[in-house]
C-alpha cells in the first residue's frame, strides 16, 4: 500500500493531468455539443497549435506573444476550414463529417512532416514557468502548477462565451432549427463560424500551453485525440462541463492507479470508460438522446 | 604485391569453398522469390521503416541509409569496391527498392512487406524500428523464405526466442548493451547506488530492464522502483513523481524515439534530473538534438554508431562523408545500421555466388571464419542465432561548451569487444526454423 504522501502527490498531479486533458478535450466537445460534428482533426489541429508556438517562439522569443499569435493563426485556420469546407458538411450525415474531418487531420499532418520533418522540434518552458516549486507534500514542476490556473481561467472564459452569452443560444437554436433562427432576422451561419473557430483556439492553445512538455512531432495529436474521446465519453458527448468533469476524473485515474502499479494506468481508464458506457452510455452529464 | 592478410583471407576463403559448393548443391532450385525474383538487370529489395509515429525520427534516418548504400552499390566504383564489393550492383544487378512506411506497427510492417514478397518478387526485404515489428517481419521471412535484415531493434528475442532461420541481426541485443555499458558507468558513477527505471511497456522494453538490471546488479547497484508505461505515452508526470520520490542515484530512462525526448524533458521539469544521473541504454537517433546537450551533457548510453568513429575506421570516414554530402546532417544509429547491413547483404550475396536465400544464408551463417570489414570494424553473424558479433560504442555526452560542432554531442568513452559481451546463444531460447 502506498503511504499517504505517495497517494497525496498523485491525488494532485491527477488534477493537474486532469486540467490539461480537460483543456485539451474542451475544443472537441465545444464543436461537438454545438455544430454537432466529430472532428476527427482534433489531434492535428493539436500538433498544428504546437508547431506554431514553435515557430512564434523562434520568431518572437516570447511565450506569452507566441500564444497570442499563435491563436490568431488557430483563428484563421478554424475560419478557413469552416468557411471553405465543414459548413458544406453540417447538413450530412455524420459518417461523411468524420471523414472529412479525418481526411484534413491526414493533410494537416502531413503537411507538417512535409515542413518541419520527423524528428520532434523543442519548445522552451518560459522563463517564468522553470524550475520545480516544494509544495510541503511534494516537489512539482512550476509550469504545471501554473498551468493549472491558465487553464481554469481558459475554461470558464470559453464557458461563460458559449453558454451565458446570447451567442451560444443563437448557436443552440441554429442547430435545432437554422431556418427559423434565419427568419428571425439572426445570421445564423456567422454565428457557427465563430463557435467553430472558438473550437479549434481551443485545442491549439492546448496544443501550444502543452508543446514545452510534451516530444512536438507530427503525430503528437494521436494519443491525445485519444484521450479526448474518453474524457469526452466519460463526460458526456457534447457536454462542455462533461469535458471537465471528463478530464478531472480521467487524470485522477491515471495518476491514482500509477500510486499503486503504473503499468494498470491506461487499463483502468478504458476500464472506466467501459463501464460508463455500459451503466451511463449518454456520459455523466450528457443527455439521452442529444449529439 | 600479396600481403600475409590477403594471403590467410584467400587461404581461408579457399577452405571455405567446398563447404559452400555442397551448401549450394543442397540449395533448392526454387524457393521463397528464388529465382522468379532475380531479373537480368536488376533485383528487388522492399524496405520497410516507421515514417510516422513514436519513431519516425529514427525510421527516416534508417530510410537515408538504405538510400545511400544502394545508390553507392548500384553505381560502383571506389566506396563498394572498399568494402569488397565487384562493379556495379549486386553480381551485375542493380538493386530497385521501394518504401513502406509501417508506422511502427507489426501489423503494418506484414502487411507491406507482404506486398513487397507478392507483388514485387523482393529477393530480400530489410528494416524496422521496434522490435515488435521486427519479430513479425522475421515470422513472415521464414514462412514465405525470404531473406529479412532486422533494422533497429535491441529486444533480447529477436534472436531469442523469436529468432528466425531467414532473420538476421546487426545491431547489438539488450544483453550485449547492458553488459557493455553496466561496468563503464559503474566505473564513473559509483558502485553502491540505487536505480529507478522508466521502462516503455513491450518486448524491448522489458528485455532491455531485464538485461540491464541484471548486470547494474552485479555491479552492486540496488534497484528501487521500476515504471511500466505504456508506448507512445505523452505524459509521464505520474510515473515521474514515483521517480521522483523513490531517492534513487540513478534514472535509468529505457523508452526510445519520441518517447524518450518527452520522457526526459519532462524529468527535467520534475527535477529528477537535478537529483539523479541518467543513464540511457540505449540512444535513440535524435535524442541529442531533440532533447538538447543541456540536458544530455554527463549522460551514459549505448550506442550502434556514433560519427566520429569515423577516425577510427575507413569505411566509417567515407560513410560519414558520403551521407553528409548528400544529406547535410551526420548519420546517426539508423542510418548506420542501414547502410552498413545492406553492404553487408550484398557481399554475402556475392561470396554466395548466388541469390538463392539458403546459400546466402549459409555464407551468413559462416562469417565468423570469413568476417566482414565494416563501419565498426571486424564483425561477424553467429551461427547459432544470426545475432551480429560486433563492438558496441559506449558514448558519454559531452557539456555545450566542450562541443567542437553543432553535432558533436558524444564522447565515445569506450569501444567494448562483441565477443566479451555475447550472451550464450541458447540463452534466451533461440531455435532456428529449417531452411527449407
Known amino acids: 500500500m502506498p503511504s499517504t504522501a505517495v497517494l497525496l502527490s498523485q491525488a494532485f498531479n491527477g488534477l493537474a493531468l486532469g486540467s490539461l486533458l480537460a483543456l485539451v478535450s474542451s475544443g472537441l466537445t465545444i464543436i461537438l455539443g454545438t455544430l454537432g460534428v466529430l472532428n476527427f482533426a482534433h489531434g492535428a489541429l493539436f500538433a498544428v497549435g504546437a508547431y506554431t508556438a514553435f515557430v512564434m517562439m523562434q520568431a518572437t522569443h516570447s511565450f506569452v506573444l507566441a500564444l497570442l499569435g499563435g491563436c490568431a493563426v488557430m483563428l484563421i485556420i478554424g475560419f478557413a476550414m469552416e468557411r471553405l469546407i465543414i459548413r458544406h458538411f453540417y447538413a450530412r450525415p455524420d459518417e461523411d463529417q468524420i471523414l472529412v474531418t479525418y481526411g484534413i487531420g491526414m493533410v494537416l499532418v502531413e503537411a507538417l512532416r512535409t515542413w518541419f520533418g520527423g524528428n520532434s522540434q523543442?519548445?522552451?518552458?518560459?522563463?517564468?514557468?522553470?524550475?520545480?516549486?516544494?509544495?510541503?507534500?511534494?516537489?512539482?514542476?512550476?509550469?504545471?502548477?501554473?498551468?493549472?490556473?491558465?487553464?481554469?481561467?481558459?475554461?470558464?472564459?470559453?464557458?461563460?462565451?458559449?453558454?451565458?452569452?446570447?451567442?451560444?443560444?443563437?448557436?443552440?437554436?441554429?442547430?435545432?432549427?437554422?431556418?427559423?433562427?434565419?427568419?428571425?432576422?439572426?445570421?445564423?451561419?456567422?454565428?457557427?463560424?465563430?463557435?467553430?473557430?472558438?473550437?479549434?483556439?481551443?485545442?491549439?492553445?492546448?496544443?501550444?500551453?502543452?508543446?514545452?512538455?510534451?516530444?512536438?512531432?507530427?503525430?503528437?495529436?494521436?494519443?491525445?485525440?485519444?484521450?479526448?474521446?474518453?474524457?469526452?465519453?466519460?463526460?458526456?458527448?457534447?457536454?462542455?462541463?462533461?469535458?471537465?468533469?471528463?478530464?478531472?476524473?480521467?487524470?485522477?485515474?491515471?495518476?491514482?492507479?500509477?500510486?499503486?502499479?503504473?503499468?494498470?494506468?491506461?487499463?483502468?481508464?478504458?476500464?472506466?470508460?467501459?463501464?460508463?458506457?455500459?451503466?451511463?452510455?449518454?456520459?455523466?452529464?450528457?443527455?439521452e438522446g442529444r449529439v | 604485391?600479396?600481403?600475409?592478410?590477403?594471403?590467410?583471407?584467400?587461404?581461408?576463403?579457399?577452405?571455405?569453398?567446398?563447404?559452400?559448393?555442397?551448401?549450394?548443391?543442397?540449395?533448392?532450385?526454387?524457393?521463397?522469390?528464388?529465382?522468379?525474383?532475380?531479373?537480368?538487370?536488376?533485383?528487388?529489395?522492399?524496405?520497410?521503416?516507421?515514417?510516422?509515429?513514436?519513431?519516425?525520427?529514427?525510421?527516416?534516418?534508417?530510410?537515408?541509409?538504405?538510400?545511400?548504400?544502394?545508390?553507392?552499390?548500384?553505381?560502383?566504383?571506389?566506396?563498394?569496391?572498399?568494402?569488397?564489393?565487384?562493379?556495379?550492383?549486386?553480381?551485375?544487378?542493380?538493386?530497385?527498392?521501394?518504401?513502406?512506411?509501417?508506422?511502427?506497427?507489426?501489423?503494418?510492417?506484414?502487411?507491406?512487406?507482404?506486398?513487397?514478397?507478392?507483388?514485387?518478387?523482393?529477393?530480400?526485404?530489410q528494416g524496422s524500428v521496434s522490435s515488435a515489428e521486427a519479430i513479425a517481419l522475421e515470422e513472415l521471412a521464414s514462412r514465405d523464405k525470404v531473406l529479412y535484415m532486422v533494422g533497429i531493434a535491441g529486444s533480447n528475442d529477436v534472436t531469442g526466442k523469436n529468432c528466425q532461420r531467414y532473420g538476421f541481426r546487426s545491431q547489438q541485443n539488450a544483453y550485449m548493451a547492458a553488459k557493455a555499458l553496466a561496468p563503464v558507468v559503474a566505473k564513473a558513477l559509483g558502485k553502491n547506488l540505487k536505480a529507478a527505471f522508466l521502462v516503455p511497456d513491450y518486448t524491448y522494453g522489458q528485455t532491455v530492464y531485464d538485461s540491464f538490471s541484471k548486470f547494474s546488479k552485479e555491479q552492486g547497484w540496488t534497484q528501487v522502483l521500476k515504471e511500466t508505461v505504456p508506448l507512445g505515452t505523452a505524459d509521464y508526470s505520474s510515473a515521474l513523481l514515483n521517480i521522483a520520490n523513490s531517492g534513487a542515484d540513478v534514472f535509468v530512462n529505457i523508452c526510445f524515439g519520441s518517447d524518450a525526448v518527452a520522457s526526459t524533458k519532462q524529468a527535467e521539469q520534475f527535477g529528477v534530473l537535478s537529483s539523479m544521473k541518467l543513464v540511457v541504454p540505449n540512444l535513440s537517433s535524435f535524442q541529442d538534438k531533440e532533447v538538447g546537450p543541456e540536458l544530455m551533457q554527463g549522460v551514459y548510453g549505448s550506442c550502434?554508431?556514433?560519427?566520429?568513429?569515423?577516425?577510427?575506421?575507413?569505411?566509417?570516414?567515407?560513410?560519414?562523408?558520403?551521407?553528409?554530402?548528400?544529406?547535410?546532417?551526420?548519420?546517426?544509429?539508423?542510418?548506420?545500421?542501414?547502410?552498413?547491413?545492406?553492404?553487408?547483404?550484398?557481399?554475402?550475396?556475392?561470396?554466395?555466388?548466388?541469390?538463392?536465400?539458403?546459400?546466402?544464408?549459409?555464407?551468413?551463417?559462416?562469417?565468423?571464419?570469413?568476417?566482414?570489414?565494416?563501419?565498426?570494424?571486424?564483425?561477424?553473424?553467429?551461427?547459432?542465432?544470426?545475432?551480429?558479433?560486433?563492438?558496441?560504442?559506449?558514448?558519454?555526452?559531452?557539456?555545450?561548451?566542450?562541443?567542437?560542432?553543432?553535432?558533436?554531442?558524444?564522447?565515445?568513452?569506450?569501444?567494448?569487444?562483441?565477443?566479451?559481451?555475447?550472451?550464450?546463444?541458447?540463452?534466451?531460447?533461440?531455435?532456428?526454423?529449417?531452411?527449407?
Open chain 2, 1 to 125: 604485391m600479396l600481403d600475409r592478410r590477403t594471403l590467410l583471407l584467400a587461404g581461408a576463403a579457399g577452405l571455405m569453398l567446398p563447404d559452400l559448393r555442397g551448401a549450394r548443391a543442397q540449395s533448392p532450385a526454387q524457393i521463397g522469390t528464388f529465382p522468379e525474383g532475380v531479373g537480368t538487370d536488376s533485383v528487388f529489395v522492399g524496405l520497410n521503416m516507421p515514417l510516422t509515429g513514436v519513431f519516425s525520427g529514427d525510421g527516416s534516418d534508417l530510410k537515408l541509409g538504405y538510400e545511400l548504400a544502394i545508390a553507392q552499390i548500384n553505381a560502383g566504383g571506389e566506396i563498394p569496391a572498399a568494402w569488397g564489393l565487384k562493379g556495379k550492383g549486386v553480381l551485375g544487378r542493380q538493386i530497385r527498392h521501394k518504401i513502406a512506411d509501417t508506422e511502427g506497427k507489426p501489423n503494418v510492417a506484414v502487411q507491406a512487406a507482404t506486398q513487397f514478397i507478392q507483388r514485387d518478387k523482393a529477393i530480400m526485404f
Open chain 2, 304 to 436: 550502434d554508431f556514433w560519427w566520429t568513429l569515423e577516425d577510427r575506421y575507413p569505411l566509417a570516414k567515407t560513410f560519414v562523408e558520403a551521407f553528409f554530402a548528400r544529406n547535410k546532417y551526420r548519420p546517426r544509429w539508423g542510418a548506420h545500421i542501414a547502410y552498413m547491413q545492406t553492404y553487408l547483404w550484398a557481399l554475402s550475396v556475392e561470396r554466395a555466388g548466388g541469390f538463392n536465400p539458403v546459400d546466402i544464408i549459409k555464407v551468413m551463417e559462416g562469417s565468423k571464419s570469413q568476417p566482414y570489414e565494416t563501419t565498426i570494424g571486424r564483425v561477424y553473424y553467429r551461427a547459432e542465432d544470426h545475432q551480429m558479433v560486433r563492438p558496441i560504442p559506449i558514448l558519454r555526452g559531452k557539456a555545450p561548451s566542450a562541443m567542437k560542432g553543432p553535432e558533436d554531442f558524444y564522447e565515445v568513452v569506450d569501444l567494448v569487444d562483441g565477443e566479451t559481451v555475447m550472451n550464450p546463444p541458447d540463452l534466451f531460447g533461440c531455435k532456428l526454423g529449417p531452411y527449407t
Open chain 1, 122 to 287: 523543442r519548445v522552451p518552458v518560459p522563463s517564468w514557468g522553470t524550475g520545480a516549486t516544494k509544495l510541503g507534500f511534494l516537489v512539482y514542476p512550476t509550469y504545471r502548477l501554473q498551468l493549472i490556473g491558465i487553464i481554469a481561467a481558459l475554461l470558464v472564459g470559453l464557458y461563460l462565451v458559449l453558454y451565458r452569452t446570447s451567442v451560444g443560444l443563437v448557436v443552440r437554436a441554429g442547430i435545432e432549427n437554422a431556418g427559423m433562427v434565419g427568419i428571425l432576422g439572426i445570421d445564423v451561419r456567422r454565428t457557427f463560424l465563430f463557435v467553430f473557430a472558438v473550437g479549434i483556439v481551443a485545442v491549439g492553445l492546448a496544443g501550444m500551453l502543452y508543446a514545452p512538455v510534451v516530444a512536438v512531432t507530427p503525430d503528437m495529436g494521436a494519443s491525445f485525440m485519444v484521450q479526448s474521446f474518453v474524457v469526452i465519453v466519460l463526460g458526456g458527448l457534447g457536454s462542455f462541463p462533461g469535458a471537465i468533469v471528463g478530464g478531472l476524473i480521467a487524470g485522477e485515474i491515471i495518476s491514482l492507479t500509477s500510486a499503486f502499479n503504473s503499468a494498470y494506468s491506461e487499463v483502468m481508464l478504458y476500464g472506466l470508460m467501459a463501464l460508463v458506457l455500459v451503466a451511463r452510455p449518454q456520459g455523466l452529464f450528457g443527455t
